[in-house]
């Protein structure tokens, strides 16, 4: 008894034209479109000004090496970035999913978003940083951070696409593998340099169509204070939870605390569980657990003389109806802060 299948793929065989060959099977491996390596990389150039525009990377890895002189702009997310063996050079990287890795470089003025940032065996450079993860330095010096302050209409995308918060932020707790006695190998960038004198904007034809801008209140990055020393002994903690317009309201209540001169010291955006709660909101945290179901929580660190009564003057005013967390007084705000941020660092293993 024969098989249908052999006999119905027989007679196939015998109705086609003799000389005639079967045309090979097509798979979806074999239609994707072939990507050139030398589109995704700066080699061996001097005295130039080049880039990629948005969209042209689409995460891919990229690779800069032996550049002298140069500035590069990456106007787009990719999966990792590597830069090695490079001289004088003003790099400008988009939000990268994975790791920075610098090696070998020196004299370099870099303003980049990442996961991961690392430094190997370099010498002065200057980083404005936007980093998920502890930034790590290694047999490095004169290594200066600053916060990263960028912007342009297709950043927020690329940092979606990348899976990069704009509240993950640790551009300043840096992390020394080979640290030297009696000297410090990296140290913070003074808290009005200006990026745009560090990191200029491009001056190519093409580049210039992407519409840059470098004004603190436009950045995607709220600019914060991160480890520099507190002006104050006050401090407030302000959790927002998720829904439509969270992020909106994060950034609404950034920009009406600084405007009151208050700092913004440090953001976060992490998920929370109940026990999680209850550790951090203590007797107010069955208000918020039904919250917690929605989406990651933002928090905003404020500091200043009277910053818990502007913050919760402008949540009443500004916000009303819309439910978050604001530290009570003054003497229970700093247990506030250390309750969160530490909770936060170990859920994200910083």
Same mark, same amino acid.
């Given at each position: 008894? @024969?098989?249908? =299948?052999?006999?119905?793929?027989?007679?196939?065989?015998? %109705?086609?034209?003799?000389?005639?060959?079967?045309?090979?099977?097509?798979?979806?491996?074999?239609?994707?479109?072939?990507?050139?390596?030398?589109?995704?990389?700066?080699? @061996?150039?001097? *005295?130039?000004?080049?880039?990629?525009?948005?969209?042209?990377? /689409?995460?891919?890895?990229?690779?800069?090496?032996?550049?002298?002189?140069?500035?590069?702009?990456?106007?787009?997310?990719?999966?990792?970035?590597?830069?090695?063996?490079? +001289?004088?050079?003003?790099?400008?990287?988009?939000?990268?999913? @994975?790791?920075?890795?610098?090696?070998?470089?020196?004299?370099?003025?870099?303003?980049?978003?990442?996961?991961?940032?690392?430094?190997?065996?370099?010498?002065?450079?200057?980083?404005?940083?936007?980093?998920?993860?502890?930034?790590?330095?290694?047999?490095? +010096?004169?290594?200066?951070?600053?916060?990263?302050?960028?912007?342009?209409?297709?950043?927020?995308?690329?940092?979606?696409?990348?899976?990069?918060? !704009? =509240?993950?932020?640790?551009?300043?707790?840096?992390? *020394?593998?080979?640290?030297?006695?009696?000297?410090?190998?990296?140290?913070?960038?003074?808290?009005?340099?200006?990026?745009?004198?560090?990191?200029?904007?491009?001056?190519?034809?093409?580049?210039? /169509?992407?519409?840059?801008? +470098?004004?603190?209140?436009?950045?995607?990055?709220?600019?914060?204070? &991160?480890?520099?020393?507190?002006?104050?002994?006050? $401090?407030?903690?302000?959790?927002?939870?998720?829904?439509?317009?969270? !992020?909106?309201?994060?950034?609404?209540?950034?920009?009406?605390?600084?405007?009151?001169?208050?700092?913004?010291?440090?953001?976060?955006?992490?998920?929370?569980?109940?026990?999680? /709660? #209850?550790?951090?909101?203590?007797?107010?945290?069955?208000?918020?657990?039904?919250?917690?179901?929605?989406?990651?929580? !933002? /928090?905003?660190?404020?500091?200043?003389?009277?910053?818990?009564? &502007?913050?919760?003057?402008?949540?009443?005013?500004?916000?009303? @109806?819309?439910?978050?967390?604001? %530290?009570? $007084?003054?003497? +229970?705000?700093?247990?506030?802060?250390?309750?969160?941020?530490?909770?936060? *660092?170990? #859920?994200?293993?910083?």
């Amino acid at each position: 008894m @024969g098989c249908f =299948f052999s006999k119905k793929r027989k007679a196939e065989k015998e %109705s086609q034209p003799q000389g005639e060959e079967e045309p090979p099977k097509q798979y979806s491996w074999d239609q994707r479109e072939k990507v050139d390596p030398k589109d995704y990389m700066f080699s @061996g150039l001097k *005295d130039e000004t080049v880039g990629r525009l948005p969209g042209k990377v /689409a995460g891919q890895q990229f690779l800069i090496q032996d550049c002298e002189n140069c500035n590069i702009y990456i106007f787009d997310h990719s999966a990792t970035v590597t830069i090695d063996d490079c +001289t004088n050079c003003i790099i400008f990287l988009g939000p990268v999913k @994975g790791s920075v890795f610098f090696r070998n470089c020196r004299d370099c003025k870099c303003a980049l978003a990442c996961q991961q940032f690392r430094v190997r065996d370099c010498r002065k450079l200057e980083v404005f940083l936007c980093c998920a993860t502890q930034p790590i330095i290694e047999s490095s +010096t004169n290594i200066k951070f600053g916060c990263f302050q960028w912007y342009y209409p297709e950043l927020a995308f690329q940092f979606k696409d990348a899976g990069l918060s !704009i =509240f993950n932020n640790t551009w300043s707790n840096i992390h *020394d593998f080979t640290p030297v006695s009696g000297e410090l190998n990296w140290s913070l960038l003074p808290e009005d340099a200006v990026v745009q004198d560090h990191v200029p904007l491009p001056t190519t034809e093409e580049l210039k /169509a992407v519409r840059v801008s +470098t004004e603190a209140n436009r950045s995607i990055i709220p600019i914060s204070r &991160g480890q520099r020393q507190k002006s104050s002994d006050e $401090s407030c903690l302000v959790v927002l939870f998720a829904g439509d317009y969270t !992020i909106a309201n994060a950034r609404k209540l950034i920009d009406e605390m600084v405007g009151k001169g208050f700092f913004l010291v440090q953001t976060k955006e992490v998920s929370m569980k109940a026990e999680d /709660a #209850q550790r951090v909101f203590r007797e107010k945290a069955p208000d918020f657990l039904p919250l917690l179901n929605k989406g990651p929580v !933002i /928090a905003l660190e404020f500091n200043g003389d009277g910053a818990v009564e &502007g913050c919760q003057i402008i949540v009443n005013e500004v916000f009303n @109806g819309t439910k978050m967390f604001v %530290s009570e $007084s003054k003497e +229970t705000a700093s247990g506030d802060v250390d309750s969160f941020y530490n909770f936060a *660092d170990i #859920q994200m293993g910083i």
